[in-house]
Structure formats: structure tokens, C-alpha cells
């Protein structure tokens, strides 16, 4: 019978003048614009039975009822296998109905002009379940809601979803919906949860496991913040914060757009090793657990980042939930304006810290790590499936984009950005918008033309390279083209004034002056600001005593630059943080800073350098460690040193350290750094492998914790033949699983001390990333990318990659660049 209607639908498709035309796999953005002009009304009534083993299936049930007006087949998405689908049936009676390319198919005449429901009993699919031994959660962006369960699986068609689990006694689950039953039996319990405000599918979710879950009251509602964390001290000094700063986060978007939160409640979800930072689902919004977490002593760069992360998500109901891009080309629009608010929202939460500099630190430098690559992308980026949806996520829409709204709120003023993001809600409410509307409402609203600015910072890929030198200042354009980003930047100069602002509008800015140190010191300009010497001469001797912590971060960044453009040495680099970072008070400017050092130190000097630094590297770190100072985080100095010493003494100073042998109140171990030394020690002294891994397994209480480690800890060994056996595993989908947990794995495969030696695992890594990209979620690319390259430094290391490049012409583009953002550094150290 499926077989027969299959050929009817393929009869009716050729009389129709399509013979030649078959369903792609995915959702094209044809199949997409056609059933949103015949499909509306959506809801989904859903039942999934959870087992208490994670390789038993998850069986399901869907009512899907929607009006259909069309007169074509109607395409419903499920990747699955045909098995999956147990039955098909509308009001009692069995639907015919083919399966093609990951879509059931149904013809119109089966169909009827109005309301229809749909009755689908089927498998669940398992790649979007993320299931774990005690727990489970859905993670369906962009387009894994399909992978999951049949739905109509893009952005514009939203639907309002109804749920119930079954699940074991001893879960707990959390949905989008409020729960409205909660029933315990002897073997199992069933929640079922309301009917949510319409939501594209992407953002249906639900966790069950065994979590803890505490109620908090907050701003006049309930909020629920499940959890796994086991650290009394931990969960205590971090539920009121989390639960203070949710509430704040939702006060200050209300505030602002003058909309109440736009859905029924709250949940925070804190899941160990979730792929992301967090997730914004109504009702049920996942975060990282380490992220929210924090021991009593965690350093306030850590809590200025969880911060952040709850305001992010927080603003996503308003941007990207309350109203969505019509299509995920436009993914950018939801992430910018969550990313917008979140520092805002952080500026009020922490009012006496340097916000500039701040959002310097969360912005400029990620984004320029895409950005003066060859890999990089305009923010608006094309799409033609969304299967490729997952391409589109990185580092130009997370932090190039809210540089870019900075730059549109100055172009058009606080007020008017505000009074348009106002009407954009309301206008779109529930509902989908693209980037094209809200231009021309801001165009609109404003009274201002917004084209030329939207051309060359929305449209246009790539960073600018700026130099003050003798004949002016330079803005170069490393793609060739010419072009100029228009922009302010304000320069410090030796006497008065000591602030120079200057308009760069051309290639050339003829503005001279020797007595410039500084270069964008109030951080309002973007792009790669490259050192001269007079700087070198400056910062050499003056960083230190410069008095704003803005002004020492732009200095570290430019610095930075010049050692990627080959206008500093990376030694004296290292020497210039040495000297400097030992009197720094600004535990943020510490932190990014040793991240820089850890950077160059692996990648820009070469083994003679490293050994010749060594010894001076070791009494630095060991004095900023011993120093009796409390204005500073020792932590961050700790975990630089462990990544890259390589003395016997300071292994064994580590050693000690693990065994609790030192112990100092400015540095409170946690056991994630307990592990981190473990695995540290254990790669440079293999045989103390076996007792590492025995003190680990003895003393680390954390379920989850200990699972990971004793998965990643194969890839540390010092037998070759071990580590081959452990990348091999890799190449498995199964053994993926866990993206975090894998991404570890291949890491440590590929540390630089290991590089020589895993070379050989370059082309497979390389060879495997369609796959990566075709089974794993957004980020897992260019996770397993970096970890897999970003350890090696040799030519022939690039050779492997460009002799790839060249043989795979045929690789989708949005892979291939970011196999060019991964390997950037090889570029650099070999062109």
C-alpha cells in the first residue's frame, strides 16, 4: 500500500510539471516557502514513554492538527528510518502515505480543505534525545525537531505543543508548559504538561532524569531551577544568584520593551557538559551546569560570565522566541539582540565595573578569531536547506553582530534603536520577522538610511587592518577590495590633549602625529590595530603604569595582533607579560591576558625559544603563585602554568598540590582542576598514569565528572597504540555521543606535546567533519576542528591540510571555511 501511494504521488508530481523535480533531504527553503503558504494553525499533542535504560526505545505518539489549503502532496519532516513509523492515521481511519528522503508524504486527496489531525505512533529518534544513564534532554536547534519526531520543521510555521511524559519513578521532568499533573505510580510517574503559546519547533524541549529541584520566588512568580550538583557549599552560594539575576534579567527586558514576559513560566535546567552555553526553550531554558554553578571563591570574571549567560538567554524569550526569523539565514537576528541586552542587563547588575571594557573583552577578540581569518563571512549568510543550519553559528554572529548594533545605535541613537525594537515586538508578536523588516522599520522610525551601513557591516565579510603610521593612518583591507569601515576611534597620545578622536573614512586618513601611544584606547573601534614601534617602545616600558584597565586590555589586544601580523616577536611577547602582568590588579585584563600568553607560547615560538623561557616562565608563574596578594585570583595564573610547564619541579609542585600537600585560601581547588591536574601530570610522566587515574577514581564523588574523566583518560596515555585505539573510537558516530566528552578526547589526542606523533590524525579529522556536521549539533564542527588542530604548528601540518582542501573541491563551503579558521594559525607560520 505505501509503495502504491508512493507512485501516485510521483504520477501526480509529473502531471503537475515537476518530473524532473524529487524532494531534497533536509528542508529546502522551496519546500519551506511553499507549506507556509498552505499550512497554519499548528499543534502538536504529544506522549513519549521514557524507559529506564537508555537503549530500550523511546516510543511516541503525535496528534499534529493544522489547516491545509493546498492542492499539492503535503511533506512532513521526520529523519528517521521508515521503520520509526509505527502508523499514520486522521479521525480513526489509516492514511496512505510514501516515505522519501526524511519526509512522510501524503497526497491532498487524503487531506481536507480546513482543520485536519493527524494521529502518528512512531519511534523517537535518538540522535536529538542526548540520553544519558540517569537523565535525558531534547536539543532540536536548528532543525533537529524532524530528527526527533514528525513535525513541520521550520522557523515560520510555529505550533502550540501539549505534552506528556512517562517516564521512571525516580525522574523528574521539566517542558516548555507548565506542569498541570504530576502523577507517581509504582513503576513509573506521568507529567503532563499545558499547552504552550505558539513556538517554532526548534524550541520545543523537555528533560527528565534525576535532578534536584529547587523553587524559588522571584518578581511574582515561581521559578524552578533543576539540577545535579552535588557540592553543598556550590548549590548554596549559587541558587540565590541564579534565581536574583534571573529575576533581574526579566524585570530589565520588561522594562525595556514594555512587554510582560511573553510565556507561562520559568525553569532553569543546569545539565553537566551541555554542548552549549545554554539554550533559551520557554519553560525550560538549558544551561551548562559548570556555568551556573560557581564555588564561593570564583573570581569575578567567572560570575560577570554566568551573569551574562542567564541575561543572554533570558532576552531570547523576547528575541527570537516572542518573535523568530522567518527562515534560520537570518539566525544572527535572534543571537544579536540577545547578546545586545544581556550587556546591558550586565552593566546594571554590576555597576561600578568598566562595562567598555568589558564588552571589549566579550567581543572584540572573538569575533577578530573569525574575522581575520581567511574563513571568514558576512553576518548575513546564505541558506538554502536547513540542514546546513548548523553552519551558519560562530563567532561573527555572536560577537562581531553585537559590535555591529553598537555601531547602528550610535548611527541612529539609543532612543530610536529602543523605539524600534518596541515596535518590532509588537508588530511581530508570536509571530516571524527577517532582518529586511526590521531595517526598514528602523529606516522608517528613525528617518534615517541605513543601506550603506548595512552594506558594508551586515552584508560584507572581514575585518579592517589599521596602523597610525608616519605617512597617516593606514586602513588596510586584507580581501583586496578597498574598502573602509567607517568608524570613530579615539587614540591616546603623550601630552595635551591626551584623547585624539579621529574619523576613519578612507583608505588613507592623513593624520599624523609621533606622539600617539594608543591607538582606539576607549575601545569604540573595530578591527586589527597594529603595533608600530614607537608603541612597542611605549607599552614596553609604560603598560603597567597606564591607569585605565580599558586602556592596558586594548594595549594586551594590539600587542596580541602584532605578534598574529608578525610585528612583535612572540618571545618578547612573553617576556612583555612577565614584566607586566606582575603588578596587574585587573583580574580580567590577568585573565585574557595569560590566555594570550598560553596562545603565543604554544603556537608563536618555536621549541628553542620555549626551552630557553622555560626556567624564567617557571619562576614567574611559582612567584605569582606564592605572592602574598589579595587583590588578585591566583586561579587563573594556576591553570595557565599547568598548561604549559614541562619542569620536573613544577610536576612536582602539582603533585603536591593534588595531594593536598599545599594548601593556601587564595587557591581553593575545585575537583574539575583536580582532574586537569591529573590529566596533565599523567600525559608528561606516563608512569604515573595508573596512580593518577586510582587517586581520581577515589576521591571524586561527582557521578558525572568521574564518567567523563574515565572516558577521556585513554586519550592522556603515553602508549601510542592506547591513544590510536582511542581516536579510532572517535571515528565512530556512536562513540560521539557525548560531544563534550569527545571533543576532550580528541583534544588531548592532539595536545602539542603529542603533535609530531598525531600528525597522522590530521586527514581523517578533516575527512569526518561532513559527517560531524551531518550528525552533531551546532557547534561540534568547530569544536572537534579545534581541538583536533589547533595543537599542531608544523608545515607539514598545513601541507596535510591544503593537499585536503585542494582534493575535496566539492566540500560545502561553510566546512571549508571553517577548516580555514581552524588552521589560521598554520597559515600564519607557514605563508
Keep these: 500500500m505505501r509503495t502504491f501511494s508512493f507512485l501516485i504521488i510521483a504520477i501526480l508530481l509529473a502531471s503537475c510539471g515537476e518530473k524532473n523535480k524529487e524532494i531534497e533531504k533536509g528542508v529546502s527553503k522551496e519546500l519551506a516557502r511553499e507549506r507556509k503558504a498552505v499550512i497554519g494553525g499548528v499543534s502538536y ?58 519526509h512522510i508524504i501524503i497526497l491532498p486527496k487524503y487531506l481536507k480543505k480546513g482543520r485536519n489531525y493527524l494521529d502518528i505512533k512512531f519511534i523517537a529518534g535518538e540522535n536529538a534525545l542526548n540520553r544519558r544513564e540517569e537523565y535525558l534532554y531534547t536539543l532540536l536547534v536548528p532543525d533537529r525537531c524532524r530528527s526527533l519526531m514528525p513535525c513541520f520543521d521550520q522557523p515560520d510555521i510555529k505550533g502550540r505543543f501539549k505534552l506528556i511524559l512517562k517516564v521512571p519513578p525516580a525522574w523528574k521532568a ?112 538549558y544551561f551548562k551546569a559548570s556555568s551556573l554553578f560557581l564555588p564561593p571563591d570564583a573570581d569575578e570574571a567567572t560570575r560577570a560570565n554566568r551573569s551574562e549567560l542567564i541575561a543572554h538567554e533570558t532576552a531570547h524569550m523576547w528575541f527570537g522566541n516572542l518573535v523568530t526569523m522567518k527562515w534560520f539565514d537570518d539566525v544572527w537576528l535572534k543571537e544579536v539582540f540577545a547578546g545586545f541586552m544581556a550587556d546591558k542587563i550586565v552593566a546594571n547588575l554590576y555597576p561600578n565595573a568598566e562595562h567598555q571594557m568589558n564588552f571589549f573583552m566579550n567581543h572584540h577578540e572573538p569575533a577578530l578569531r573569525t574575522d581575520r581569518t581567511r574563513g571568514t563571512h558576512p553576518i548575513a549568510q546564505q541558506l538554502d536547506n536547513l540542514k546546513d543550519a548548523g553552519t551558519l553559528y560562530g563567532d561573527i554572529i555572536y560577537h562581531k553582530a553585537p559590535i555591529v548594533m553598537r555601531v547602528l545605535e550610535q548611527e541612529i541613537s539609543p532612543y530610536e534603536l529602543q523605539r524600534g525594537l518596541c515596535l518590532y515586538l509588537r508588530r511581530w508578536n508570536y509571530s516571524n520577522a527577517d532582518w529586511n523588516d526590521l531595517v526598514h522599520l528602523l529606516q522608517h522610525s528613525s528617518g534615517r538610511d541605513l543601506q550603506a551601513w548595512n552594506e558594508i557591516w551586515v552584508k560584507e565579510k572581514g575585518a579592517p587592518v589599521i596602523e597610525f603610521l608616519d605617512e597617516g593612518i593606514i586602513t588596510r583591507d586584507e580581501w583586496g577590495k578597498g574598502r573602509v569601515w567607517p568608524q570613530r576611534v579615539h587614540a591616546m597620545r603623550l601630552g595635551l590633549p591626551n584623547i585624539l578622536s579621529v574619523d576613519l573614512v578612507d583608505t588613507l586618513t592623513r593624520y ?47 600587542l596580541h595582533e602584532g605578534v598574529l601580523f608578525n610585528k612583535l616577536k612572540g618571545e618578547s611577547f612573553i617576556r612583555l607579560c612577565m614584566k607586566h602582568l606582575s603588578t596587574e590588579t585587573d583580574n580580567f585584563v590577568i585573565r585574557r591576558t595569560l590566555s594570550f600568553m598560553v596562545n ?71 575537583d574539575e582542576d583536580r582532574v586537569a591536574i591529573a590529566c596533565n601530570i599523567a600525559l608528561r610522566e606516563p608512569p604515573l598514569r595508573d596512580q593518577m587515574k586510582r587517586f581520581i577514581s577515589r576521591t571524586i564523588k561527582d557521578k558525572d565528572l568521574l564518567d567523563r574523566f574515565l572516558y577521556v583518560y585513554p586519550a592522556v596515555s603515553g602508549d601510542k597504540q592506547t591513544r590510536d585505539s582511542v581516536f579510532n573510537a572517535l571515528m565512530l558516530a556512536e562513540n560521539r555521543a557525548n560531544e563534550v566528552w569527545a571533543t576532550d578526547a580528541l583534544r588531548w589526542l592532539n595536545h602539542p606535546r603529542r603533535k609530531s606523533e598525531a600528525e597522522e590524525y590530521i586527514p581523517a579529522i578533516l575527512s569526518k567533519l561532513q559527517e560531524i556536521q551531518e550528525t552533531g549539533d551546532i557547534f561540534f564542527p568547530s569544536s572537534w576542528l579545534d581541538a583536533g588542530l589547533s595543537g599542531h604548528t608544523s608545515k607539514y601540518a598545513y601541507t596535510i591540510v591544503r593537499q585536503f582542501l585542494d582534493k575535496n573541491p566539492g566540500l560545502p563551503e561553510n566546512l571549508r571555511l571553517k577548516i580555514l579558521v581552524a588552521t589560521d594559525h598554520l597559515r600564519r607560520l607557514h605563508e
Aim: glycine fraction near 6%.
Design 45 to 102: 499533542d504529544l506522549y513519549f514513554s521514557i524507559p529506564g535504560t537508555k537503549d530500550e526505545p523511546v516510543e511516541a505518539e503525535s496528534r499534529i492538527s493544522f489547516e491545509f489549503s493546498g492542492n499539492a502532496p503535503l511533506a512532513i519532516d521526520f529523519k528517521a528510518k521508515k521503520e520509526q513509523i509505527l502508523s499514520l492515521s486522521s479521525e480513526g481511519k489509516r492514511v496512505p502515505y510514501a516515505f522519501k528522503n526524511e
Design 600 to 670: 603565543v607560547h604554544d603556537i608563536y615560538i618555536d621549541e628553542g625559544a620555549r626551552q630557553l623561557l622555560r626556567d624564567e616562565l617557571d619562576r614567574f608563574f611559582m612567584t605569582m603563585l606564592f605572592k602574598n596578594r589579595k587583590d588578585i585570583h591566583k586561579k587563573p595564573f594556576f591553570r595557565a602554568l599547568l598548561a604549559i610547564y614541562s619542569s620536573r619541579d613544577v610536576g612536582n609542585y602539582f603533585l603536591k598540590v593534588l595531594r593536598g600537600q599545599y594548601r593556601r585560601e587564595d587557591l581553593v581547588l575545585q
Design 174 to 285: 521539566v517542558a516548555n508548559g507548565e506542569t498541570i499533573r504530576e502523577e507517581i505510580f509504582r513503576d513509573y510517574s506521568l507529567y503532563e504538561f499545558e499547552e504552550t503559546k505558539p513556538l517554532s519547533t526548534y524550541l520545543f524541549a523537555f528533560t527528565a532524569g534525576i535532578f534536584e529541584r529547587a523553587d524559588q520566588y522571584i518578581g511574582g512568580r515561581w521559578v524552578g531551577i533543576y539540577y545535579r550538583e552535588r557540592d553543598s557549599a556550590t548549590v548554596n552560594a549559587s541558587i540565590p544568584v541564579i534565581a536574583n539575576e534571573v529575576r533581574y534579567s526579566l524585570f530589565w527586558m520588561e522594562r525595556y520593551t514594555g512587554i510582560a514576559y511573553p510565556f507561562r513560566t520559568y525553569n532553569v535546567v543546569a545539565i553537566p557538559d551541555f554542548q552549549f552555553g545554554g539554550m533559551e526553550h520557554p519553560g525550560a531554558t
Design 512 to 558: 599624523r602625529d609621533p606622539n600617539i601611544v594608543l591607538p582606539n584606547c576607549h575601545a569604540t573601534g573595530y578591527g586589527s590595530f597594529l603595533p608600530n614601534e614607537n608603541e612597542i617602545r611605549f607599552l614596553n616600558d609604560n603598560l603597567c603604569r597606564l591607569q585605565s584597565p580599558l586602556h592596558r586590555a586594548v594595549a594586551w589586544q594590539e
